[in-house]
């Protein structure tokens, strides 16, 4: 007559059992996480009465203008995870260079956590979904000292876990430890992240493509060809039969087709046909979400070829990104071959 209750905190200890050689230090990092995630939720559900809606006044290191949340999530993920002799080094979205910890005992800091704080947080002000994105490497260094920048400027393929936490009607922590993904929902009475999504898998019948139809005019053939493939309007082959979402937020839209199916895309943007750029940030955004999607049976590219082998030159490196069901990432990569 009653389900098991597993606590997030239960389920991260039967992981550490699975390996003998476990210390401890990686089970409580994620816990760190998780518990600055509910810091980070109490504030954004008291955003409209309190002191946090609207624009810091300054500019992150990508060129965007900051909101008060970006800034208050980035310092609380930081804090939480300074001192505690877990991390050698910290990289995030809003900061230029990397954040290195200087342990205190020879065998400390032996991880590597990169994070986007607020995906989406210029959705705050209209209260509509944003979201948490984190990565965790082992550091290359030796610990005991300060993380470098070559601690971090490792491939998707190397990290040891990746998760998001997305702050919706619900507040959701979505991980995997290369070992399936697993989703918590938060339970407000409890102060406490519940099992609710075990093993999740993308679903094999799609529903949806999400992308950002107002830079159509800068895409290139190719995508722009997927694009009519999607819609059901490409002559050489069957239309995919997909609808329409699009949140505008990485956390959100990949969040629905990771539990419904479907394909999310930001492709390279064709401004100036001599220098195209591309928008997603592999280390903070692309490659963790590459390793959840993988982990569930999905798949995101650049375009090209897998997301997850990309070895970054930059720590703020910036990549188009599909990512969702493999068949129509896979697609996607086909049209692109073909007509560029």
């Known amino acids: 007559m009653y389900s098991k209750i597993i606590t997030i905190e239960q389920h991260i200890l039967a992981g550490e059992k699975r390996h003998p050689e476990a210390t401890g230090v990686f089970s409580n990092l994620l816990y760190d996480i998780a518990l600055a995630a509910k810091i980070i939720a109490r504030e954004i559900h008291r955003a409209g009465l309190g002191k946090w809606l609207g624009e810091a006044g300054t500019i992150n290191v990508q060129g965007e203008k900051q909101m008060k949340l970006d800034i208050f999530a980035n310092e609380t993920l930081i804090r939480m995870n300074s001192f505690t002799g877990r991390v050698g080094v910290m990289a995030t979205e809003e900061m230029e260079l990397p954040v290195p910890q200087t342990p205190i005992m020879r065998d400390e800091g032996k991880y590597v956590l990169i994070f986007d704080p607020l995906d989406g947080s210029s959705n705050i002000d209209i209260n509509v979904t944003v ?112 609808s329409t979402r699009y949140v505008g937020a990485l956390v959100a839209d990949f969040h629905r087709n990771l539990l419904r199916g479907g394909v999310f895309y930001y492709p390279m943007l064709y401004r100036d046909p001599q220098h195209p750029k591309p928008k997603m940030r592999l280390l903070c955004e692309a490659a963790p979400v590459a390793f959840i999607a993988q982990q569930a049976g999905g798949y995101a590219s650049d375009g090209h070829g897998d997301i997850l082998d990309i070895v970054p030159t930059e720590l703020h490196q910036r990549v188009p990104l599909f990512i969702g069901n493999r068949d129509l990432v896979e697609k996607a990569e086909t049209y692109i071959r073909r007509y560029g």
């Open 131 to 242: 979201g948490t994105i984190f990565a965790i490497y082992h550091r290359r260094s030796a610990p005991g000292s300060p993380g470098t920048l070559d601690d971090c400027l490792q491939p998707g393929r190397d990290l040891v876990a990746a998760g998001y936490v997305i702050y919706g009607s619900s507040v959701m922590m979505v991980y995997t430890t290369g070992d399936g993904v697993h989703g918590f929902t938060l339970d407000p009475s409890l102060g406490e992240f519940l099992l609710s999504h075990p093993n999740i898998q993308i679903p094999q019948k799609p529903l949806y493509y999400s992308t950002n139809f107002a830079y159509e005019d800068i895409w290139s053939e190719g995508v722009r060809r997927y694009t009519d493939y999607l819609r059901g309007r490409e002559p050489e082959e069957p239309s995919a039969s997909l």
